[in-house]
């Protein structure tokens, strides 16, 4: 008891910033790569070749860009993004550092799994919308995106998951939040104590995004009751 | 009225490396007259959904002509389209309701995407739920009804925009007996109250019987007979027909 009452008078406001900084970039990350993801998606699946709009060209352009984003790993990613990074932020280190290379890196990522739970929409569905005359933007957010919600959602919690498992590789790189004091206190001052205390709070944070995510999607979801 | 002329349908594919052509329509005409209950019959596969699909341009002819209400609107597209299809109600074989929707915000969903104020969709959606008799389950979710009431429930979504033409693309195949005669008298009861043409696709002659004042017989992608229902069925021209009948005359005795 007195350990641990030494332990969080000495670490608790690191961990304590520690935690809510991880928690911003993870949080604005996930938002900006969704911004760019739906879209994303959205067009992969309207200009596949059984979609809305059908365009070869332009449907395998896209999917060559969302792979290639998606195959290159994290840790390289992080270090080949420091220039424009500092382009886009005026610097490749705290918070506002990482949450660059988390956007890029998830964007791609969140692009599937928007076109995946999109994809799950039984295309009856579309074909209905189509034959009472819904435009294409009308069937692409009352039809794809409503009917795909709680999927979406919980492909949400797994990206917020993803991203937050980066966002402590950032830290490698002085992104701050947990993952950097890890790797200060952690690895390089052997300080296991610190180390053990991240991971507990990743492992707390993880759990809870989860099961939001998990609850939100079956509240919502209208098929099984 | 619905006259199509000469249609054909041909969808490519590359099988093996091979280009093939499938000629799914062949040379396709025939007139639905207003206030008909217009049938067409045939075997699995002879091109019955691709047939009337073409009626509301779901899919596009290869060549022919759609002519609805003596305009042509075969090259219709864009706002000319959506215009054209809300004149057209469809009704499905698996209902295709959106299971995320209400049954009332299913119904209103036709008008929604046409831009009708909340209150008067609700209001006209409500009236088709009392003559569909669901008016107590609007709150409910599809996955929450029975097969027959998710086809009414569709019935008065397709009704939602006050078509006058109704496509029913095997609308009671998925259906038990009381059931599919429940949803006929309905349709039937549309077509003489609220005289909405309609085009009903089945595989049963026994279903076309009870609903079509007309049929057409389909068999690999050409019309082989036409007529009046009692015609085709008691003087049968085409072999498909007799054989279609041979299978199901017990169902018609
Ligand atoms: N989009 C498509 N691409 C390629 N072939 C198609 C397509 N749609 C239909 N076909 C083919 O056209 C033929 C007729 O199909 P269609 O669905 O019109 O038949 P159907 O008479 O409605 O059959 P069923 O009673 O089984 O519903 C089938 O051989 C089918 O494989
Ligand atoms: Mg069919």
Redesign the interface.
């Known amino acids: 008891m007195e350990y641990l009452q030494a332990f969080f008078n000495q670490y608790g406001t690191l961990l304590a910033q520690g935690t809510w900084a991880t928690i911003v970039m993870t949080f604005v990350s996930t938002a900006l790569a969704y911004v760019i993801g739906i879209p994303l998606g959205v067009l992969v699946v309207v200009t596949n070749p059984d979609g809305l709009h059908p365009h070869r060209i332009f449907n395998t352009v896209l999917g060559w860009i969302v792979n290639i984003g998606r195959s290159i790993p994290f840790i390289i990613l992080l270090v080949a993004l420091i220039p424009f990074t500092r382009w886009i932020v005026g610097t490749s280190l705290g918070v506002p550092g990482a949450i660059v290379p988390l956007v890029v890196s998830a964007a791609p990522f969140v692009a599937r799994m928007v076109e995946q739970s999109l994809q799950e929409v ?1 295309g ?2 579309i ?9 294409t933007w ?1 069937i692409v957010y ?2 794809y995106l ?2 795909s ?2 999927s979406l959602i919980r492909g949400g919690a797994i990206t917020f998951i993803t991203i937050f498992g980066y966002s402590a590789m950032a830290g490698t790189v002085g992104g701050g939040g947990l993952g950097d004091i890890a790797i200060r206190y952690g690895y390089q001052r052997y300080q296991n104590d610190v180390m053990f205390a991240t991971i507990i709070i990743l492992i707390i944070l993880v759990q809870i995004v989860q099961s939001v995510g998990t609850h939100w999607a079956r509240r ?6 | 009225m619905i006259q199509l002329e000469h249609i054909t349908k041909t969808f490519d594919h590359v099988e093996h490396g091979e280009h093939h052509e499938h000629h799914v329509l062949k040379d396709v005409s025939f007139t639905v007259e207003d206030g008909d209950t217009f049938g067409i019959i045939g075997e699995s596969g002879a091109g019955k959904s691709t047939l009337v699909r073409c009626i509301n341009l779901l899919e596009k002819p290869t060549s022919g002509k759609v002519i609805i209400n003596g305009t042509d609107v075969t090259n219709y597209s864009g706002k000319q389209l959506v215009q054209l299809r809300r004149g057209i109600g469809m009704v499905f074989q698996n209902f295709n309701l959106f299971a995320q929707r209400s049954v009332l915000q299913n119904v209103t969903y036709p008008l929604e995407v046409a831009g009708e104020a909340k209150d008067a969709r609700e209001a006209r959606a409500r009236k088709l739920l009392s003559m569909v008799g669901l008016s107590d389950k609007e709150k409910l979710y599809p996955s929450q009804l029975s097969g027959g009431q998710q086809q009414r429930v569709a019935i008065a979504r397709a009704l939602s925009t006050a078509p006058s033409i109704m496509l029913c693309d095997e609308a009671t195949s998925a259906l038990d007996t009381m059931t599919t005669n429940t949803i006929l008298n309905l349709l039937k009861r549309i077509n003489k109250e609220l005289g909405v043409t309609i085009v009903f696709i089945t595989h049963s002659l026994a279903v076309a019987n009870s609903i079509c004042n007309r049929i057409a017989v389909i068999d690999d992608g050409k019309i082989v007979e036409q007529g009046k229902t009692h015609d085709v069925f008691a003087h049968p021209q085409a072999k498909v027909t007799r054989e279609l009948l041979d299978m199901e005359g017990k169902a018609l005795a």
């Not at chain 1, 919502?220 to 009751?225: A, G, V």
Request: avoid cysteine; proline fraction near 4%.
């Open positions: 039984n009856g569905l074909e209905a919308a189509q034959s009472f005359g819904s435009s009308q009352k039809v409503k009917e919600l709680p919502i979801d209208k098929r099984n009751r």
